[in-house]
């Protein structure tokens, strides 16, 4: 999916444009394309990976067009079914005590068909198809090297364990019309998608918490007119294209009830010093649900006419995109617990943890409301010179209304020589304009995208109660405010233990006392008793154990450790918390120098027929891919490396993430290939490619290869005499 599908000549995936019918047909936030067809609508379809002529924008990689089917004079059709199922598979687990092929049905079928309404004058051709599959899904439980841990992790995790289901309808309708020198066409594309507890093959080692729903629905409306004026030997063709897309999706956890997704670090018992002695594993999905709407408006409208030696072609492109939805928020525990409290006390309480939380601070910073308007402009010329040589001028020029640069002019040149009878040397070279694409700024508050902002926080569901090891402390150990607890390593001391223990109490890197496992237990009303130890503890009850209401409870309880009023808070899960990482105190940011990605290409190659239908080819690839863009943090010097966290300014508080065109690529690619066609029947063929690909980041959901800006700080060391 997007830049991490098929590449073209070192091109990301989501550099891929897409068309059905001339009509644009690219999903621009996920990439790849939007409309899905019955394999009966495909009439045929060109692929163009590099040289492509002025006409085509909106891409720097590949151009993908689709042509669909029509009806004539006489009614053809055609029906096929497709059933799959486990009786035909072959044994493909992963679990090497399985013989059996898992389960697993599918059903496809189709029908398609088209023909004349009027004879000569109107045809109409129409298909649908019907997918339902249940697929169970091979997975292996992971071993913790604890019996219980496992047993534990089975029974969460068998009852989620359920088949796959997929159900997909596709309809396809298109009519023609001769009328004239007019031919019309209009087409209507429906696709409906439902996906419950999916899982990607990429996937196959998570467990069934991790799974999915996915629902989508694709609606295609376009209209097309070619005309001819003038001269009907050799005319003016004009074609006009319109259409519409509606693209609503959605995607939820498939089992929400687990709550975010947890990487447990289970302890046999006390821990040695932060984690725990046994495998670690991964469990629950990390995003809460999410939604989009996107529409599409296009238009177009181009001129060709041969004139003499010139086949002149120019021409408009217009795509309008509105996108509205909710960006999912991204929950990822880090549980901390023994495996006696797990069992007693489920994965939500068993122990402390770290919740990473990526996400709006309020609701509405979670919208994505995108909008973008595509204007291109473009002339070219087929130009034949002589017998044996002709050339393509051509020059493009793309406007998106959300990119503020007006000079994206894209020059166009290719080259075809036939040196001898045999011989064929081709050529080409140009600048190529990627796309705005949507699914890189939907995290971007100025583009209209979310307002998304990082940071861990530390939850104690059982007060100090359940930390196996040191880890509650971490705060105090990485340098931030906090208190050095006691913990079952240390022996879970309460105050008076502490008080009592003497050198035994003392925390070893503050030298102060302890504080004791139940110092929260005793923040109560006046009259009331203490919480009992190991009680759950939230916002719920918390009046009701101690008589205050969780605004006071929580102010009094950072008071009791030594921090200032704040310090804890009740957080969305209901349990007490407190900031261990801030969250970024200011909204991603745009880069002054901001630029539209181009990539510059280049590509020369050699035919030559060595015998009789056996031919031998040889091309080389060349591309600049420039200004990709991305986010990078631009505010961490390279001193952070030695001294650690710190940032320059004029925001020295934080990280400052700043979107903008950071990253480039280079592409140099050798294919040297072979092909014979014996008696009409079969073809034999070989190819050899050779490729070298440097990137500074690899796609648009990517960390770059490297955020540090300013100058390298020069290291020294001191002599030595012996050396």
Known sequence: ????????????????????????????????????????????????????????????????NVITKSGGNQFHGVGSLFL??????????????????????????????????????????????RITENRQIDFTFPDTGNTTVNTLLRNQENPFDTPALTRETRNFIKLNQNLGNHQLSQEFNYTNSRIKNFLPLSAGNSL???????????????????????????????????????????TEPAHPEIGGATLFNPYSGPGSFLFGDLPTVNFGNIDTPSNLNQKYVSLSANVSKL?????????????????????????????FATASDFGTFGAATAGVYLLAAIGGDTPRQDEIHLLNSYDGVYVQDDWKILKNLSVNLGIRWDYDSEFQTKKNFGPRLGVAWGITPKTV??????????????????????????DRRGGQIFVFPRLLYGSPSYVSSIALLSGLPGGCFQNLT?????????????????CPFTGAAFIGVDRLNQVVAA??????????????????LTGLSPQQYADQASVAIGQPVGYFIFGPQGFLQNQIVPANQVPIGIDENFATPNTLGFAVGIQRELMKDTVVTAD?????????????????????????????????????DTFGPWYKGKYDGLVLSFNSRFARRFVVGSSYSYAKATDNTSGINSLPSDSFVGIVPVVTQGTNSNA
């Open 527 to 544: 009259g009331r008793q203490p919480i009992p130890g190991n009680t759950v503890v939230t916002a719920a009850n918390v009046q009701a």
């Open 1 to 64: 999916e997007g830049d991490n599908a098929s590449p073209v000549l070192g091109e990301r995936g989501g550099n891929t444009n897409f068309f059905i019918d001339g009509h644009p047909n690219k999903d621009t936030v996920n990439g790849g394309p939007a409309a899905q067809f019955n394999q009966e609508t495909i009439a045929e379809f060109q692929v163009l990976t590099t040289g492509y002529k002025a006409e085509f924008g909106q891409a720097s990689g590949a151009i993908v």
């Open 490 to 506: 240390t022996g879970n001391l309460t105050d008076a233990q502490v008080a009592a223990a003497g050198a035994a109490g003392i």
């Open 208 to 250: 069934p918490s991790a799974r999915n729903n996915l629902g989508s629905r694709s609606l295609l409306v376009a209209l097309g007119d070619t005309i001819l004026f003038g001269n009907q030997s050799n005319p003016y063709i004009v074609t006009l294209r319109a259409a519409y897309r509606g693209e609503p999706s959605n």
């Open 425 to 450: 040397v081709r050529a080409n070279i140009g600048v190529f304009y990627d796309q705005f694409r949507l699914g890189l700024v939907r995290n971007i508050p100025a583009f209209g995208g979310t």
């Open 620 to 656: 080389y690839y060349h591309r600049e891919m420039r200004n990709l863009l991305g986010i990078r943090r631009t505010n961490l010097p390279f001193r952070a490396r030695v001294v650690g966290r710190v940032f320059d300014p004029p925001f020295t508080a934080g990280s400052l």
């Open 307 to 335: 004139v003499g030696n010139h086949d002149i072609k120019f021409g408009w492109n217009y795509l309008r995109t509105k996108v509205d939805g909710v960006e999912s928020r991204q929950l990822r525990n880090q549980l």
């Open 84 to 129: 799959r199922n486990d009786s035909f598979d072959g044994v493909n687990s992963l679990k090497t005590s399985v013989t059996d092929a898992l389960p697993l049905t599918r059903y496809d079928y189709s029908i398609a068909g088209g023909g004349p309404i009027i004879k000569d004058k109107f045809f109409f051709f129409a298909s649908s198809e």
